[in-house]
């Protein structure tokens, strides 16, 4: 089964820069006078590295989230955080002049991270058993947030609000590789974290307990890792929009696939999670619609009901 889902996988990644609307002749592909080679070159390959780094980023925050809230139903967009990068690059959007439009990246870390230090805060004074009420107050932040966001909207021109309206659904329409860089360079740059400190997310996810007998500095690895994480989702979100649920879906998939401890599934997540958004991208641009469909809206069409399923699971078990 998992050789048969590898292989699968394979085939999307294969298939993706050449499937869409306009068919390519592939032996155009090298040439530079051709429609073909801008058509692959500056479109179609970039939008496929952004679409695969970017999910495996959301896949591996939600792993990461899930160790260190000790929840399975927080990630980046349940509790906030990709809503709290949304804002801010919102701001960013009105506010700056276009010359700064590159600092949207950093806008957005601010972003995602202070909202992560926001819940670490929350976190601290909740007991290990009330995990349920951080989701809860992730939920109530991200209402804040869009409250917020539209007073940005009020504030905005029409020009603004379209490119804000475009943003908050999600959009995987890059051109060339300078896009691509940055989020290839956060989704390296959190798997070498993640990985690096493996040793102390298996220990974390055993219990806390245990993880401070064994010496585990944890207030540290945890900001550690929040960091990391915070600062790879507000650069994905800065160049893609907010999109939701992957970092819920992919890391129960994969562990029902693999049944192993989530320590030794960092490489699957990462991978899975990045086919997955690929997987999604391929539907959002072969539908037949009269325009492409945001690429947010099909993750959230398959995340949502996944969402109450997890829900209903750990009611039922509970029972």
């Not at 276009?98 to 992560?116: C, D, H, P, R």
């Not at 004074?125 to 947030?145: E, M, P, V």
């Not at 040793?199 to 245990?210: D, G, I, Q, R």
Request: proline letters at 4%; a positive charge.
């Amino acid at each position: 089964m998992k050789r048969l889902i590898f292989a699968l996988s394979l085939t999307i990644l294969a298939i993706a820069p050449f499937t869409g609307e306009t068919a390519m002749e592939i032996g155009n592909l090298f040439n530079p006078d051709a429609t073909e080679y801008l058509l692959f070159w500056d479109l179609r390959l970039p939008r496929v590295g952004v679409a695969f780094f970017t999910g495996a980023v959301l896949a591996l925050g939600g792993m990461v989230f899930q160790a260190v809230f000790r929840n399975a139903l927080t990630t980046p967009f349940t509790l906030g955080v990709s809503s709290g990068a949304t804002l801010a690059t919102a701001i960013g959007i009105v506010f700056l002049p276009a010359s700064l439009a590159a600092l949207s990246y950093f806008f957005s870390f601010v972003g995602a991270f202070s909202t992560v230090v926001l819940l670490f805060l929350f976190a601290r004074t909740l007991k290990a058993t009330q995990t349920h009420s951080l989701l809860l107050i992730g939920i109530a932040l991200s209402f804040f947030y869009s409250a917020a966001l539209m007073v940005i909207f009020y504030l905005s021109d029409l020009e603004q609000s379209y490119s804000i309206i475009r943003f908050t659904m999600g959009s995987l329409s890059v051109v060339g590789m300078e896009s691509l860089y940055p989020v290839a360079a956060a989704a390296l740059g959190l798997l070498w974290v993640v990985v690096r400190y493996r040793p102390e997310l298996k220990l974390l996810l055993t219990s806390y307990e245990n993880a401070f007998l064994k010496g585990i500095e944890i207030r540290k690895i945890n900001l550690i890792l929040l960091l990391a994480v915070s600062m790879s989702v507000g650069i994905c979100v800065s160049v893609v929009g907010p999109i939701g649920f992957i970092g819920l879906v992919i890391p129960h998939i994969v562990r029902l696939l693999y049944r192993r401890s989530s320590d030794a599934l960092i490489l699957p997540v990462f991978y899975y999670g990045g086919v997955f958004l690929v997987l999604c991208d391929l539907i959002a641009r072969n539908l037949g619609a009269a325009s492409e469909v945001p690429i947010g809206v099909v993750t959230s069409f398959i995340g949502g009901p996944f969402f109450i399923y997890i829900i209903l699971k750990k009611r039922g078990g509970h029972g």
